[in-house]
């Protein structure tokens, strides 16, 4: 039975649509076939053959996305030497963009769940809330045999991970995304210092679909996303003037030579 951290002591007159981090299935091979229920400690509780969730307790209060980028000019390749000296001799260029990022933070509080003395559940604090999200961040490291390291010495290079894939839902949006930072703040402890409330700070790199090869749900996401904010994009622009017409105002505008002159 999932845990329930819902407050109950103010009854809303309405339910709120909770956000989620939709833990994604392994793409690794064999990741397919049935496996056996997960027994309580097992590390591949976050590994199943079906999608699992961890939902909000309480929405953030803000989101931040970002996207940077840095134009670089191309240069002409058919110059002569004396253009060659010239910086100014650029034709063109591209636009190389980093990926996409949310920003956001989440709070758990099992004070509630605890003073209503259900089980064993409230003991816990906010530990199983804390052990997703690390394990998500921490990722898994490669196989024996795929590049890793079995024990790997003092002053070797840090060893690559296999980030775990998650979609953040947000209503009707689905972002694929890998978290590349967390920081987490325990604020309020039971008497054996386990925590009952919690503020994690993350920061997510949304994936696009040539980033995640091979896996058939990052990839769907994603086109559903490009779909969802094209289809967006269209109900607020309002058709403008041809080509033409905005040409021939232009040329209105651009002072004529007698003005230049005089």
């Avoid at 804390?130 to 290079?157: F, M």
């Avoid at 967006?232 to 040409?247: F, G, I, W």
């Amino acid at each position: 039975m999932a845990r329930d951290l819902q407050p109950k002591i103010i009854a809303l007159p309405y339910a709120l649509q909770k956000g989620a981090l939709v833990l994604l299935p392994s793409t690794a091979p064999g990741a397919q076939k049935p496996k056996p229920a997960p027994q309580q400690g097992d590390d591949k509780a976050l590994a199943p053959a079906t999608a699992q969730h961890l939902r909000f307790q309480y929405n953030p209060e803000s989101i931040t996305r970002n996207r940077t980028g840095a134009w670089e000019p191309r240069k002409n390749q058919k110059v002569t030497a004396k253009d060659k000296q010239q910086q100014s001799n650029l034709r063109g260029g591209g636009l190389f963009s980093k990926a996409e990022t949310i920003a956001m933070k989440l709070i758990f509080d099992a004070t509630e769940l605890l003073l209503r003395g259900e089980g064993d559940e409230g003991k816990l604090g906010v530990l199983p809330e804390l052990g997703v999200l690390e394990r998500i961040a921490i990722a898994e490291p490669p196989k024996d045999g795929a590049g890793g390291k079995k024990n790997p010495k003092a002053g070797d290079k840090l060893t690559a991970l296999n980030p775990r894939e998650v979609l953040l839902v947000l209503g009707s949006r689905a972002f694929p995304v890998i978290i590349t930072s967390m920081n987490i703040t325990e604020k309020r402890f039971a008497p054996d210092l386990t925590p009952l409330r919690a503020e994690v700070d993350l920061q997510m790199q949304i994936l696009e679909a040539t980033e995640a090869v091979g896996n058939q749900a990052i990839t769907a996401a994603y086109d559903l996303l490009l779909a969802s904010r094209a289809a967006n994009a269209r109900k607020a622009l309002e058709p403008s003037v041809t080509m033409d017409v905005l040409a021939e105002l232009l040329q209105q505008q651009m002072p004529s030579d007698k003005d230049i002159g005089g």
